[in-house]
């Protein structure tokens, strides 16, 4: 989704692009979608941005998954620290029949740290039973805001990644759709210390006779849609993923057919260089 520049460990990198930056945008920026040691490249300042996982959707608990938590924090870089960077991961879709019912699963923690600065980013939680999966909190930053919450009102999206406050919610009854980003828009390979490129919650049309459900998948940080099948031929069921860091959507199935829940998304680390010394 963002841009990555310069080879750092297993991170890629183009110098040009990097030296050739400034002017009021970001020099340049790493994007981490899998847990690793970071070693800056030059000395300098910057922000880093971390994301929990969301929480899977239930599976006909008609309960949505939380969204991760969001941390950001305006860091110095030493070309002589070692950052640790901790991914999490969404939490697994669940799958049974009719007549059964299973909860969603928590997603995971993201941290960033190197021995001072610490940043954390849980995950959300996975679709409940009679309450509100929560949405996962933050710590260490600058900015700490939690994700959106799951919902418990029948067949409902996921909850969103907040970067703005806390994330969107879905909690009107029978709201199919994922929660959407607090930042829709374009992403902006030349912002300066923000995240950008937010999208829009995924949805998925409800199954009431043969064949396929149409869907939409789920933008940037926002949640994934839920799943209503009714139907008694022999299709199987899925809720929707959560798009980086949001909730997995619910899924209802009225026939005993096998259904799965939708997934929560990935967690994830932006790191950002806004100066070099």
Known sequence: IHRCYARVGNVMSNFTDFIGGGGGGALFTVPITASTTWTPPFDGTGVIHVIGAGGSGANNYHSSGAAGGYSKKAVTFATGTNWTLVVGAGGAAVNTTYGNQIGGNTGGTSSATDGTSTLTANGGVGGQTGSLAAGGTASGGD??????????????????????????????????????SDIIGPYNPNAYGVLSGGGSGGFVTSVQQSGMYQSQPAGFLAGGGATYVNNSDGNHGKGQDGGIGGGGGS???????LSWSGSGGNGYILIQYLTVS
Request: aromatic share 4%.
């Open 143 to 180: 900015v700490n805001n939690a994700g959106g919450t799951g919902c418990r009102n029948y067949v409902t999206g996921g909850g969103a990644v907040g970067i703005l406050g806390t994330g969107n919610s879905k909690n009107s009854l029978s709201d199919t759709k994922g929660a959407d």
């Open 251 to 257: 899924i209802k199935m009225n026939y005993p057919n």
